[in-house]
């Protein structure tokens, strides 16, 4: 059953979690899913009323709005989760992780699929956007406040706004971590320091020379 292994995935993988019973009364990111899998029977049966019905009572309790026509694989872990939103067309794979903020919503463009597919392991940074019908490759992190419009490959980062693609070949940060991933403004900013620093020696050296 998919929340049974919703539970297992949040306790394995939250080191603030004491226990199972904590996550079912508690977490309101499981709540969200439970909300999320009961319209989504109903969706699937072709009952939209009750299937929206069920999950505006989910976004009223949770701050999470997941739409009941998106498929959501295992394992899924929304990290806090307020203010988190998925749309109808979206696709998440397995074990995917999702913290507080994120969309992954559409651009107003498309028609048909206009979500994005996330594949298995996914970590979505607090406040990132992930707009449009594109797919986040397995393994891959979307760093936090990041706004995504293309598609990013396997075991690849995307930082920035808008996002860029990392690659982090041979290494992945660990599971969770929003902290570890490289932030292309502060890498800017080293280059510009460097830049600086070359110029100032460089007229400090001319300098020396008229004198």
């Known amino acids: 059953m998919h929340l049974l292994k919703d539970l297992r995935s949040i306790k394995e993988r939250d080191p603030a979690a004491r226990s199972s019973l904590e ?3 508690l977490y309101s990111g499981f709540h969200a899913l439970c909300f999320y899998r009961i319209a989504n029977w109903f969706y699937r049966h072709h009952l939209f009323f009750l299937a929206r019905m069920i999950s505006q009572l989910g976004r009223f309790f949770t701050g999470i709005e997941i739409h009941p026509g998106a498929t959501i694989g295992r394992g899924l872990f929304i990290d ?6 998925i749309g109808e067309t979206t696709i998440i794979g397995d074990n995917c992780t999702i913290y507080q903020g994120v969309t992954l919503g559409g651009t107003g463009k498309d028609k048909g699929k206009r979500h994005p597919t996330l594949g298995d392991n996914v970590l979505v940074g607090s406040g990132a956007k992930i707009l449009g019908p594109f ?5 891959a992190k979307v760093a936090a406040n990041a706004v995504v419009l293309e598609e990013i490959p396997d075991d690849a980062t995307a930082v920035g706004v808008p996002a860029r693609v990392v690659r982090r070949k041979g290494q992945r ?6 902290i570890h991933i490289p932030d292309p403004i502060a890498q800017e900013f080293c280059r510009l320091r460097l830049q600086v620093e070359a110029l100032e020696r460089k007229l400090a050296e001319q300098e020396r020379k008229e004198n």
């Open 173 to 178: 940060p660990a599971d969770l971590d929003q």
């Open 135 to 139: 797919k986040v490759g397995n393994n």
């Open 23 to 25: 996550i079912f009364l």
């Open 80 to 85: 806090h989760g307020t203010g988190v939103v």
